[in-house]
Structures are given as structure tokens and as C-alpha cells.
Nanobody
Framework: QVQLVESGGGLLQAGGSLRLSCLAS????????MGWYRQAPGKQRELVAT???????EYADSVKGRFTISRNSAKNTVNLQMTNLAPEDTAVYYC???????????????WGQGTQVTVSS
């Protein structure tokens, strides 16, 4: 059984910074891509950033230059350092990870429960 647990969300003012963290646990054989997605009220879930096991990174245009994704593959963690936050960044942020279990050959994408980030003007 795999669990992804996010932490670090909160309420802050525009221009501030937050660091989100996600830990994947369970009978994990390997993790390929890890990433962050967000969903604002009334909007679809959107990609924020992803990072592969090889270190390839993709960012949404809206966060380029402000957010930084990183991972520690040995610890099965992924982080999102968010700076210069704006009200439009307000959303529930979800961690994802494409994982191969020790007991099965298939890879599946798992999701965390989400953490709320609220940015005031």
C-alpha cells in the first residue's frame, strides 16, 4: 500500500513564500515522475511542476521563475519551493508520484490528499 502525504500548506500574504513537501511511503520499488498539481475553486486541476527520476523538470508557465521543484529519491520525497506567491496561486495542491511496487510490475500514479494554499492580497 502506497501513501503520499503532503505538508506545508497555509495562509499567507501576497509576496510570501511557502515550501510544500510530500513523502511517499509503502512497499515501493521505484518512483519515476513525481509532481505537484493544483486545483483552484471552479477550475480544473492543473500541472504545477514535475520532476523525473533523471532530473528532468517541467513547470507550468504561470509558475516559472517563482516555484522550484526538487526531490530526494532516496527518501521518496518531493518538494515545491514557492516564492512571490500571488492570490491566483490559491488552490489545493496535490502531490503525485508514478510508482512501481515491490509486489507488482505495473506502475501506477498515486495522489496525496492535498494541502490548501491560500494567498491574500
Amino acid at each position: 500500500q502506497v501513501q503520499l502525504v503532503e505538508s506545508g500548506g497555509g495562509l499567507l500574504q501576497a509576496g510570501g513564500s511557502l515550501r510544500l513537501s510530500c513523502l511517499a511511503s509503502g512497499s515501493i520499488f521505484s518512483i519515476d515522475t513525481m509532481g505537484w498539481y493544483r486545483q483552484a475553486p471552479g477550475k480544473q486541476r492543473e500541472l504545477v511542476a514535475t520532476i523525473t527520476s533523471g532530473g528532468s523538470i517541467e513547470y507550468a508557465d504561470s509558475v516559472k521563475g517563482r516555484f522550484t521543484i526538487s526531490r530526494n529519491s532516496a527518501k521518496n520525497t518531493v518538494n515545491l519551493q514557492m516564492t512571490n506567491l500571488a492570490p491566483e496561486d490559491t488552490a489545493v495542491y496535490y502531490c503525485s508520484a508514478n510508482i512501481k511496487l515491490r509486489s507488482y510490475s505495473e506502475r501506477r500514479t498515486y495522489w496525496g490528499q492535498g494541502t490548501q494554499v491560500t494567498v491574500s492580497s
